[in-house]
């Protein structure tokens, strides 16, 4: 097979001898085994025979193989929400006395774990605007930096980092790079091409796609990912099965869906542009993006969310929602549905306005989660609540 997704879609299970054609599910704590000597060999990792399901389990096996298989990745290791995989892997390889580097606009909660928790283990942290140059990210380089992170296409900012550029300054001052993959998906970008050691997904978002179930993962080299596995393993964040076995049949359509996700928002993104309510519209793809030339360079499409400013600030944000019909009003996004959020009067409100305006976020700043419903219809629900 010379294509990913052909690959992936073949990638499973071995078939047991009920000759099931889809994967079943493994919902086992433990595994069997005839003997003694087997246990002991099984143990002392002398065979890769499953043992307990906080170690592995084939659902999650399974999925795991498949995301590397899109990702280009050696291996990997899957966890029970997409934040699990990013402590792990934090824990796993930065120790006290480390310094990480990473860009400043970043998931809130791993903003949380870098700013507020990693320093109560001695490990330190600074920041780069997601606009630095080569050399700004060079110059905050410590002698004690450990890794480089960094999300690309940023939540909820959008803004797109040069992951190749980024990569060839980890490269030269022996770093690891670890890159945030979840918005842009292996369908719209591959880091480790791009030359990123680690890459983290939340696969509650447009893995799953249809808002149902939690999980993570980290793919990346052999040796980065022993590390993590035997951190994760002694300390339990695994993936369920149940879990695994969702996100590893929606794996199979992850490429046709998030060809009508990102052709639905460049649609709505281009329908926006120029409306009378708006400031201005921001979306990898559209030439306006300050960042259009890097998304054209690495990413194959322009992802799935579409980010506009509201004239009038936080209260013209809080009524566009009320104003919605059809759009849900929810946290999560990567969903079959349409969401909308307005992060300045939530995911980001504990920020003062400075802060929000150091990522990006203004006060009239909505996102949205364009979804697979007719994008005519999502469009027009987009511009009755603007005009209400
Ligand atoms: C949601 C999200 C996470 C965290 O994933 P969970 O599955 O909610 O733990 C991390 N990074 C980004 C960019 C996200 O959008």
């Given at each position: 097979?010379?294509?990913?997704?052909?690959?992936?879609?073949?990638?499973?299970?071995?078939?047991?001898?009920?000759?099931?054609?889809?994967?079943?599910?493994?919902?086992?704590?433990?595994?069997?085994?005839?003997?003694?000597?087997?246990?002991?060999?099984?143990?002392?990792?002398?065979?890769?025979?499953?043992?307990?399901?906080?170690?592995?389990?084939?659902?999650?096996?399974?999925?795991?193989?498949?995301?590397?298989?899109?990702?280009?990745?050696?291996?990997?290791?899957?966890?029970?929400?997409?934040?699990?995989?990013?402590?792990?892997?934090?824990?796993?390889?930065?120790?006290?006395?480390?310094?990480?580097l990473?860009?400043?606009?970043?998931?809130?909660?791993?903003?949380?774990?870098?700013?507020?928790?990693?320093?109560?283990?001695?490990?330190?942290?600074?920041?780069?605007?997601?606009?630095?140059?080569?050399?700004?990210w060079?110059?905050?380089?410590?002698?004690?930096?450990?890794m480089i992170y960094l999300?690309?296409?940023?939540?909820?900012?959008?803004?797109?980092?040069?992951i190749a550029?980024v990569s060839a300054i980890a490269k030269?001052h022996?770093v690891i790079l670890s890159v945030?993959?979840?918005?842009?998906?292996?369908?719209?970008?591959?880091p480790i091409?791009l030359g990123a050691d680690l890459v983290?997904?939340?696969?509650?978002?447009?893995?799953?796609?249809?808002?149902?179930?939690?999980?993570?993962?980290?793919?990346g080299?052999?040796?980065l990912?022993?590390?993590?596995?035997?951190?994760?393993?002694?300390?339990?964040?695994?993936?369920?099965?149940?879990?695994?076995?969702?996100?590893?049949?929606?794996?199979?359509?992850?490429?046709?869906?998030?060809?009508?996700?990102?052709?639905?928002?460049?649609?709505?993104?281009?329908?926006?542009?120029?409306?009378?309510?708006?400031?201005?519209?921001?979306?990898?793809?559209?030439?306006?993006?300050?960042?259009?030339?890097?998304?054209?360079?690495?990413?194959?499409?322009?992802?799935?969310?579409?980010?506009?400013?509201?004239?009038?600030?936080?209260?013209?944000?809080?009524?566009?929602?009320?104003?919605?019909?059809?759009?849900?009003?929810?946290?999560?996004?990567?969903?079959?549905?349409?969401?909308?959020?307005?992060?300045?009067?939530?995911?980001?409100?504990?920020?003062?306005?400075?802060?929000?305006?150091?990522?990006?976020?203004?006060?009239?700043?909505?996102?949205?989660?364009?979804?697979?419903?007719?994008?005519?219809?999502?469009?027009?629900?987009?511009?009755?609540?603007?005009?209400?």
């Amino acid at each position: 097979m010379k294509h990913n997704q052909s690959k992936l879609i073949r990638t499973q299970i071995p078939r047991t001898a009920e000759g099931e054609h889809a994967s079943p599910m493994y919902l086992t704590s433990s595994f069997c085994f005839d003997t003694a000597e087997d246990m002991r060999a099984a143990f002392a990792d002398e065979t890769d025979a499953n043992i307990y399901s906080r170690f592995s389990n084939p659902n999650v096996q399974e999925f795991v193989d498949r995301l590397c298989v899109l990702e280009n990745a050696e291996t990997g290791f899957a966890t029970a929400t997409g934040m699990s995989a990013v402590f792990g892997s934090f824990m796993a390889l930065l120790k006290k006395g480390d310094h990480i580097l990473s860009c400043n606009s970043i998931f809130g909660s791993t903003h949380t774990v870098i700013s507020k928790y990693l320093p109560k283990y001695g490990i330190e942290y600074s920041y780069v605007s997601a606009n630095a140059s080569a050399a700004e990210w060079e110059k905050a380089i410590q002698p004690n930096t450990k890794m480089i992170y960094l999300e690309t296409p940023t939540n909820p900012g959008l803004e797109v980092i040069d992951i190749a550029m980024v990569s060839a300054i980890a490269k030269k001052h022996k770093v690891i790079l670890s890159v945030d993959n979840c918005f842009a998906t292996p369908i719209g970008q591959t880091p480790i091409d791009l030359g990123a050691d680690l890459v983290i997904h939340s696969a509650t978002k447009w893995m799953d796609g249809q808002g149902r179930v939690l999980g993570g993962a980290i793919v990346g080299s052999k040796a980065l990912i022993h590390e993590i596995y035997l951190f994760c393993r002694a300390t339990g964040p695994s993936l369920s099965p149940f879990n695994a076995w969702v996100l590893s049949k929606s794996l199979e359509t992850l490429e046709v869906r998030m060809e009508r996700h990102c052709s639905n928002a460049l649609f709505v993104a281009e329908k926006l542009q120029g409306h009378a309510k708006i400031n201005f519209v921001k979306y990898p793809f559209l030439t306006s993006h300050p960042h259009y030339a890097i998304a054209k360079k690495q990413m194959l499409n322009g992802g799935g969310i579409v980010c506009f400013e509201m004239k009038g600030g936080i209260e013209a944000g809080r009524s566009f929602l009320n104003n919605l019909k059809m759009l849900s009003l929810t946290a999560n996004l990567g969903d079959t549905r349409s969401i909308a959020s307005h992060p300045a009067s939530t995911t980001h409100a504990k920020l003062s306005e400075a802060e929000r305006a150091a990522v990006s976020i203004s006060d009239g700043l909505i996102r949205i989660s364009v979804g697979l419903e007719h994008k005519e219809d999502i469009l027009a629900d987009i511009m009755q609540a603007l005009e209400a």
